[in-house]
């Protein structure tokens, strides 16, 4: 008959011993920013090669409306609407479009358990996502740019105002892309408010606001993009009014703000389900 040490039993010495150091080899969970730029970069890899054409489209798109509307617009403050709201429609195809049948098709297949398993913030996964998306719209935007500054005659010594209208109109319209893709029942519910997202993108943010009525307006102004889409119009004067220009990004980045956590406590929405 042997004896048993008493520091092996349960509650002895040795158990808990082991028990701490099988605790301790247990990760941490993940900090924000390094799982955010890992999600970033795994969604940036995956997403490249099927975005891609898709951008292509976008790109085309913003261009034949620059072109049907020259025949509308000579030039002046119309011009310089429909330039900057056809640079930022590329931004709400893809930042607003592309990631609500993302999400939502995510959702549908069971890919936010797959998320759910890993030790990232719910915020990493949708900024990670919502950055990668949003990466594939700087050519587009600054092609499409460049193009309507040629076709209506429109300075270009201002287009560096792009490296800010660009990552907080993507913020602004990705958040709302996303809660869109996370929240709609269905995957064919979240394309359909993407496509009416983006729509309204478009004739809110392309049309001259001069020429639409009071309540198209309001409307207009309540679209994230259109602070974009106002901030980038203003620096084509000659003598843009900059404090004006910050406020509209200023507002343009709170709204994004706002989105992305509205995105981000519906992903923890969708994943708790």
Same mark, same amino acid.
């Given at each position: 008959?042997?004896?048993?040490?008493?520091?092996?039993?349960?509650?002895?010495?040795?158990?808990?011993?082991?028990?701490?150091?099988?605790?301790?080899?247990?990760?941490?969970?993940?900090?924000?920013?390094?799982? %955010?730029?890992?999600?970033?970069? #795994?969604? !940036?890899?995956? =997403?490249?090669?099927?975005?891609? $054409?898709?951008?292509?489209? &976008? +790109?085309?798109?913003?261009?034949?409306?620059?072109?049907?509307?020259?025949?509308?617009?000579?030039?002046?403050?119309?011009?310089?609407?429909?330039?900057?709201?056809?640079?930022?429609?590329?931004?709400?195809?893809?930042?607003?479009?592309?990631?609500?049948?993302?999400?939502?098709?995510?959702?549908?297949?069971?890919?936010?358990?797959?998320?759910?398993?890993?030790?990232?913030?719910?915020?990493?996964?949708?900024?990670?996502?919502?950055?990668?998306?949003?990466?594939?719209?700087?050519?587009?935007?600054?092609?499409?740019?460049?193009?309507?500054?040629?076709?209506?005659?429109?300075?270009?010594?201002?287009?560096?105002?792009?490296?800010?209208?660009?990552? %907080?109109?993507?913020?602004?319209? #990705?958040? !709302?892309?996303? =809660?869109?893709?996370?929240?709609? $029942?269905?995957?064919?519910? &979240? +394309?359909?408010?993407?496509?009416?997202?983006?729509?309204?993108?478009?004739?809110?943010?392309?049309?001259?606001?001069?020429?639409?009525?009071?309540?198209?307006?309001?409307?207009?102004?309540?679209?994230?993009?259109?602070?974009?889409?106002?901030?980038?119009?203003?620096?084509?004067?000659?003598?843009?009014?900059?404090?004006?220009?910050?406020?509209?990004?200023?507002?343009?980045?709170?709204?994004?703000?706002?989105?992305?956590?509205?995105?981000?406590?519906?992903?923890?929405?969708?994943?708790?389900?």
């Amino acid at each position: 008959m042997s004896v048993v040490p008493a520091e092996v039993l349960p509650g002895g010495a040795l158990a808990v011993e082991e028990t701490d150091r099988g605790a301790a080899e247990l990760g941490p969970r993940a900090r924000l920013w390094p799982a %955010l730029v890992a999600v970033y970069r #795994a969604q !940036l890899s995956r =997403a490249r090669v099927a975005r891609i $054409p898709l951008l292509f489209v &976008a +790109t085309f798109q913003s261009v034949g409306i620059m072109i049907l509307m020259r025949g509308v617009v000579d030039g002046g403050s119309e011009a310089q609407a429909v330039v900057a709201g056809s640079a930022v429609l590329v931004v709400a195809f893809v930042a607003l479009n592309l990631l609500a049948q993302y999400f939502g098709q995510l959702r549908a297949s069971g890919g936010l358990d797959h998320y759910a398993t890993l030790p990232v913030p719910p915020a990493a996964v949708v900024l990670g996502a919502a950055g990668a998306y949003a990466s594939f719209t700087v050519p587009g935007t600054v092609v499409t740019a460049l193009f309507g500054c040629v076709l209506f005659g429109l300075p270009m010594a201002h287009l560096w105002v792009l490296v800010a209208v660009i990552p %907080l109109a993507g913020a602004a319209l #990705a958040g !709302l892309g996303a =809660a869109f893709g996370l929240l709609a $029942p269905r995957p064919e519910l &979240a +394309t359909v408010l993407g496509q009416l997202g983006m729509s309204a993108a478009l004739l809110l943010g392309v049309l001259p606001a001069d020429r639409m009525p009071e309540g198209v307006r309001f409307l207009r102004d309540l679209l994230p993009s259109t602070y974009g889409v106002e901030a980038f119009a203003r620096t084509f004067g000659p003598h843009p009014d900059w404090a004006f220009v910050l406020g509209d990004l200023a507002v343009c980045g709170a709204v994004g703000i706002v989105s992305l956590g509205i995105a981000t406590w519906a992903y923890r929405r969708a994943a708790v389900r």
